[in-house]
């Protein structure tokens, strides 16, 4: 398993990205190394949209991981509170640097249109 050291996600062996945070793994490098490690030296996330529930979650990041477009799912969940605050906040928010926030969008909105 290769574990991705910006997000912390773990992947299968033949990932060439974390499917967490689309980090690159370098070919010819361990896991980690030549991964920035400064917040200077990474592009800053931001919140791009709110999710209504967990199965479009489940859909909106597997179609973001296969289109190679960097985030991070973000959940409301907490366990101390079992997850009582995503019904007022809905599940949780794609967190992407903001130079995908298009490409983002128009997934969500594939992914809402073809749930109706």
Request: a negative charge; glycine letters at 12%; proline letters at 5%.
């Amino acid at each position: 398993m290769k574990h991705c050291e910006y997000c912390g996600r773990q992947n299968g062996d033949e990932a060439a990205r974390c499917l967490g945070c689309g980090t690159e793994f370098a070919r010819g490098q361990a896991p980690g190394e030549g991964v920035p490690k400064g917040p200077d030296s990474t592009e800053r996330l931001e919140r791009i949209v709110s999710l209504d529930n967990e199965v479009q979650a489940g859909l909106v990041d597997a179609v973001l991981s296969d289109r190679d477009i960097p985030h991070l799912m973000q959940s409301y969940h907490d366990s101390a509170y079992d997850g009582i605050f995503q019904i007022q906040k809905g599940w949780g928010v794609v967190l992407a640097p903001p130079g995908f926030r298009a490409e983002i969008l128009a997934v969500i909105e594939d992914v809402k249109r073809q749930s109706l």
